[in-house]
């Protein structure tokens, strides 16, 4: 799995961050998400899962392989 962020459409809500906190941050100046993580591994593909699906801007999307 690989992670594509657009960063200009997000909207700095965090639940990505808070859903999937080792491969989303957010950045203390604005509030928008940072990929930690843009291959993360098998265990944690639920969470990135979780993270995409609940992102108010639609901001994530993954590439499974």
Not at 6 to 22: F, I, L, N, S
Not at 32 to 43: F, Q, S, Y
């Amino acid at each position: 799995m690989r992670i594509e962020f657009d960063e200009p459409k997000c909207v700095a809500a965090g639940q990505c961050a808070m859903v999937a906190p080792g491969v989303f941050d957010q950045r203390d100046d604005d509030g928008v998400a940072i990929v930690l993580d843009a291959t993360p591994g098998p265990e944690r593909f639920d969470e990135v899962r979780e993270a995409a699906a609940v992102c108010p801007a639609a901001a994530i999307r993954l590439v499974e392989a």
